[in-house]
């Protein structure tokens, strides 16, 4: 069984790819995206190896601290969660759990893993089903088909994770279906502690020497969908220990925050259960994003009258405008307003350095955009200008701190969701207490790139 694909060290590190490899995948990155060369374009940098990010213009964001978003339109599939998905395939594969000619892979998600995953799938030779929610934007449910994956609709909207799990248990009975959990599976854990947290690291001292920043990163913000975007902060903090790790999800559905409940459509985050590779214990604060915000800042971003009003009323510089037109998504501004209010929370100055990701683009959101415009009317200047205030006036409410107490309870309500309905033991449960567990599936990466290696050859 041949595989085909980047190790996680390539992923970081893409100049270590076989050069006629690397020239051959850039190339396609736009004649073909569809050509599994493309495997070898899942990473934070470009063809020239420099890192996908923006620094947040502080006319926009109101505070001293530097706001850094790294981006991930330029991934294959136009999500960085095309890693996530990938990591978690070639660990499976590389073990023997997989074999395309045999089985076909469910992709649960709510949106932007399972555009990855048809994309991954699809591209490695494997029969793939994606099972997201109905209430999901059109853009998404077109991107999947177009990669040639099938889609089975469930219930509800972002918030409804439970009706994905009860499609898998029933798609599950099949013997030859093989379920990639992005909430349970560690190779989207592994993929972001290595991957993402080693590139944010390097970007430390690329920043450090435009004169942004101290060299360090004071924290890291992510909204929490499967909770594998935030495992970066796990590696930050090894670097730089009183680095805080800032986990976001929205007021809609407060789940961490009080054991909140309830629908909201910042899609890709907050979905009423703690997932199984979320290191809550190593997280230092929960905050909320009204979703409505979100999605006004969104258009704000992405919107002529927006753009004209962020230049001519609060001196934004037009480059930047013009950037940020194209890398944000709903996720992306929630990111950015939970980076606001980290830095006003914890007093962050102009040496002082967050970071955050921007997941996907405009592009998955024209459908939610238009629904805005017919809620709430054409956005002309003088509501541009109120939406500005969202980014430079966000607030510190909703804020509760990582201490020990809190972080056991965030640690509890795993329970529920793991134990009781998915068939993990008590025993296992609390293994994730201690860090050495979580040490010990980091230290897995090498162990799966040497099989990968082995494989390729």
Not at 40 to 64: A, Q
Not at 158 to 170: A, G, L, Q
Request: charged share 25%.
């Amino acid at each position: 069984m041949s595989i085909l694909g980047p190790t996680f060290e390539e992923m970081l590190h893409p100049n270590k790819i076989a050069p006629e490899i690397r020239k051959r995948a850039i190339e396609m990155m736009k004649q073909d995206p569809l050509d599994p060369i493309n495997l070898f374009n899942i990473t934070w940098r470009d063809g020239n190896n420099n890192i996908y990010y923006h620094v947040m213009p502080k006319e926009l964001t109101g505070v001293d601290a530097n706001i850094v978003v790294l981006y991930g339109k330029d991934f294959p599939s136009g999500s960085h969660k095309v890693g996530a998905a990938y990591s978690v395939l070639i660990e499976k594969q590389s073990f023997g759990e997989v074999d395309p000619s045999t089985h076909t892979l469910v992709w649960p998600s709510t949106g932007n893993y399972g555009i990855g995953g048809a994309w991954v799938g699809c591209r490695m030779g494997f029969d793939s089903i994606v099972v997201l929610p109905e209430g999901m934007s059109k853009e998404r449910f077109k991107q999947i088909e177009s990669y040639g994956a099938r889609i089975i609709k469930t219930p509800g909207s972002e918030s409804n994770v439970k009706e994905i799990y009860d499609e898998t248990h029933r798609l599950r009975q099949d013997p030859k279906v093989r379920i990639l959990n992005q909430f349970e599976v560690m190779g989207n854990y592994r993929f972001h502690y290595h991957v993402t947290g080693n590139t944010i690291v390097e970007l430390a001292a690329v920043l450090k020497q435009q004169g942004i920043g101290d060299g360090t990163i004071a924290a890291y913000c992510s909204a929490k969908g499967s909770a594998g975007t935030i495992a970066a902060g796990d590696r930050l903090k090894q670097v730089w220990h009183d680095h805080k790790i800032v986990g976001l999800e929205p007021i809609q559905c407060p789940t961490l925050y009080n054991n909140g409940y309830g629908s909201h459509d910042i899609q890709g985050i907050g979905d009423k259960h703690v997932t199984w590779i979320h290191n809550v214990m190593n997280m230092d604060a929960i905050m909320c994003l009204d979703d409505i915000e979100c999605k006004k800042g969104l258009q704000l971003l992405t919107e002529e009258a927006g753009w004209n009003t962020l230049v001519k009323r609060f001196s934004v510089p037009q480059k930047s405008v013009e950037t940020m037109a194209t890398l944000f998504g709903i996720s992306g501004v929630a990111n950015v307003l939970g980076a606001i209010k980290t830095a006003k929370f914890y007093g962050y100055g102009k040496n002082d350095t967050i970071v955050t990701i921007c997941t996907d683009n405009i592009d998955r959101y024209h459908s939610v955009m238009a629904d805005m415009t017919a809620t709430y009317g054409k956005m002309d200047e003088a509501e541009a200008t109120a939406r500005a205030h969202i980014f430079k006036d966000q607030k510190i409410d909703w804020i509760k701190e990582g201490t020990t107490d809190t972080r056991r309870q965030w640690h509890n309500l795993k329970y529920y969701t793991w134990v009781e309905q998915q068939g993990k033991t008590v025993e296992e449960l609390n293994a994730t207490l201690d860090q050495s567990w979580w040490i010990k599936h980091q230290q897995m990466v090498g162990e799966i790139d040497a099989k990968l290696k082995a494989a390729r050859r």
